[in-house]
């Protein structure tokens, strides 16, 4: 537990750091496969910047903590209203006493569900791992869910 609330609170502080005061709305999700509980903020009108931290790292006795910046294109129907979105995320991670860092390219799409404060959102990303093995490409995708406060 004591893993899971410092992690936690480095991933908060990391959105500070990142958003300085501009905490005008905040949100709050999780994304699966990787079990990765955030936070967000909304920083401008189609920006949004992202901190989390992966519990199932935590379950293999590991911490990882990630921060991704999002930038949103205007909506587009297909049935459904989606808004498409690019951006990058920095994940670093601590395991078997080795450092591992992880930057990404990011693109998806997030459909707001109407008249709520939910979204659902698709991405894939692709990036690069640094660590004790060397390097390596890192190719990944998510689903999320967020609460905007």
Known sequence: MGKLLTGFILALIMLGIACGPAFAQMGAGLKIPA???FVSSLISEKTRIEAGLSIQ???LSAIAVDVAGKRYFDPFEVGITLQPYVGADLAIALAA????ISPAVLA??????????FSIF???????????L?????????????FDF
């Open 35 to 37: 079990i990765n509980v």
């Open 57 to 59: 790292a935590l379950l």
């Open 97 to 100: 006493g080795a450092i591992f």
């Open 108 to 117: 998806g799409v997030e459909y707001q569900i109407a008249d709520t404060p």
């Open 122 to 132: 698709l991405e894939a990303g692709l990036g690069v791992t640094f660590g004790g």
């Open 134 to 146: 060397g390097i390596g490409f890192a190719p990944g995708g998510q689903l999320g869910a967020r």
